[in-house]
């Protein structure tokens, strides 16, 4: 029996496994899915959305982060966006576009130990600043770059 139909046995018996879990009313789907801040996703602006998300909106800017965005996207509806900190013991970074319709556009929460960066694509309707907020040790950080829009990219 070669490795590929080995593989696909697996595959074929631990997606059958699933399946009957399912059927059965053993597995619901919302229980295998990850919470999500629905209010903060929600949010208007870029102070509610840090709000909603943090309890708290005062974000002490920080030289600690630094954000990787073109200074020029061509297309607003895939724009790349890293963001790295040196900062001990981050929690979770929060990516926001202040002049998007929902300014929050990505959040993550990390585990301890895990090294400060993430890295995305997200979309922006048009020119704006991107703002990275770090928590680090129960205090928030943030640090902020333009990105100029040239075709937009919520529907634009």
Excluded at 25 to 50: I, Q
Excluded at 77 to 101: D, F, M, Y
Aim: aromatic residues 4%; charged residues 20%; hydrophobic residues 45%.
């Amino acid at each position: 029996m070669s490795l590929k139909r080995r593989v696909l046995l697996k595959r074929t018996m631990a997606g059958s496994a699933v399946g009957v879990a399912v059927s059965a009313g053993l597995l619901h789907p919302t229980s295998v899915m990850a919470a999500w801040p629905k209010a903060a996703f929600g949010a208007d602006s870029a102070a509610d959305a840090v709000a909603k998300l943090y309890g708290a909106s005062d974000a002490a800017p920080s030289g600690e982060i630094q954000i990787k965005a073109p200074d020029i996207a061509e297309n607003g509806a895939v724009v790349p966006v890293s963001v790295r900190t040196t900062l001990k013991n981050v929690e979770s970074i929060a990516i926001i576009v202040e002049k998007n319709p929902s300014p929050l556009a990505a959040s993550f929460t990390l585990s301890p130990g895990a090294q400060g960066y993430v890295s995305t694509r997200i979309k922006m309707g048009k020119t704006s600043n991107v703002l990275a907020v770090v928590k680090a040790d129960g205090k928030l950080y943030s640090a902020s770059k333009e990105v100029k829009v040239t075709i937009g990219g919520c529907g634009g």
